[in-house]
């Protein structure tokens, strides 16, 4: 059974960095092909895709964001943490991981998602 | 990026009737990798077609995709109360991956 679920805070202030924890179960991002990606969805708006890493390591981020991002891989721990710097107030958004089974595949399985609201 | 376009932002009909949600795709989208997803208040997308036609495990066959290139549509043949939703489409082609606006079925 696949299954992910995002941990972090639910509350930063603006400047801070902002840590997000996806850990899942059911599949290894070591088997071919295999993606997760971050992706975020503001408040009544549609989801936005953030960033992914693949089965081989490679990272692939949102370029209007990519200065700002970071996602790494801990396949002891079935883990992928994704980093953004410098948090606004239109940062604020529910964050969700979800599974490709291929580099060119549809978010077969998601999180439950986290809502971070970014306030002082 | 491929800018998706969706339409109508949203329809309000009862249950037992019929709908048809758009997809327009600023840039051809190759290899039809085309998804749609439906969501619901306080949950995560739930994937219903990919590949522009196929339906994913588990999704009742009254929903429907079709077309390719840069248009596609998601048919509902009869709608269910648990069908009313957001249902966004996305590809899955190039990156960025990108979605689109949402279609609300009230």
């Known amino acids: 059974q696949v299954t992910l679920r995002e941990s972090g805070p639910a509350l930063v202030k603006p400047t801070q960095t902002l840590t997000l924890t996806c850990s899942f179960s059911?599949?290894?991002?070591?088997?071919?092909?295999?993606?997760v990606a971050w992706i975020r969805q503001p408040p009544g708006r549609a989801p936005e895709w953030l960033a992914r890493?693949?089965?081989?390591?490679?990272?692939f981020y949102s370029r209007s964001l990519e200065t700002r991002l970071a996602i790494s891989l801990d396949t002891t721990q079935n883990q992928v943490v994704l980093t953004v710097t410098d948090m606004d107030p239109t940062d604020t958004a529910t964050y969700f991981c979800?599974?490709?089974?291929?580099?060119?595949?549809?978010?077969?399985?998601w999180g439950q998602g986290m809502l971070v609201t970014v306030s002082s | 990026e491929n800018v998706l376009t969706q339409s109508p932002d949203t329809l309000s009909l009862s249950p037992g009737e019929g709908a048809t949600l758009s997809c327009r795709a600023s840039k051809t989208v190759g290899d039809n990798f085309l998804a749609w997803y439906q969501q619901k208040p306080g949950q995560a997308p739930r994937l219903l077609i990919y590949g522009a036609y196929s339906r994913a495990t588990g999704v009742p066959d009254r929903f429907r995709g079709g077309g390719s290139g840069s248009v596609f549509t998601l048919t509902i043949s009869r709608l269910e109360p648990e069908d009313f939703g957001v249902y966004y489409c996305?590809?899955?082609?190039?990156?960025?991956?990108?979605f689109g606006q949402g279609t609300k079925v009230e």
């Open positions: 059911g599949f290894s991002l070591t088997t071919s092909g295999m993606n």
């Open positions: 890493i693949d089965w081989e390591g490679d990272k």
């Open positions: 979800a599974r490709t089974e291929y580099s060119r595949g549809p978010f077969d399985y």
């Open positions: 996305q590809q899955y082609d190039r990156s960025p991956r990108t």
